[in-house]
């Protein structure tokens, strides 16, 4: 019984983590440090927040593909609102952390459910 207790509670903490990206080489812009991007705060996102974010996707030039949310570009912009980090922190990772990114959003809208 108690192996099963810790084996759910291991679960749990393994689904929180999946919304914490780690990255692999520290992120500085104007003297804020980045060394791992929270997304919990996607769990708040109302269809207003998410109305915000298709309109300021299209202002910075992302298509009108039907699937947005598999973009890079509206990846960053999601977790820009999400983290109040400034859109350049997102612009300057790594290739891999942001593609870690993309996929880790994509699986929020699309895998969880």
Do not use: C
């Amino acid at each position: 019984m108690a192996n099963q207790v810790k084996t759910e509670a291991h679960k749990e903490d393994a689904e929180k983590d999946w919304m914490t990206v780690k990255l692999s080489k520290a992120i500085t812009y104007q003297e804020i440090e980045v060394k791992e991007i929270n997304l919990k705060k996607m769990e708040d996102l109302t269809a207003q927040d998410m109305n915000n974010i298709y309109d300021l996707y299209y202002a910075l030039g992302g298509n009108k593909q039907i699937m947005q949310e598999s973009t890079l570009l509206f990846a960053q912009i999601l977790a820009s609102q999400t983290t109040g980090y400034p859109m350049e922190v997102f612009e300057r990772m790594s290739a891999k952390d942001a593609m870690r990114l993309k996929n880790r959003v994509y699986r929020f809208f699309f895998l969880e459910a």
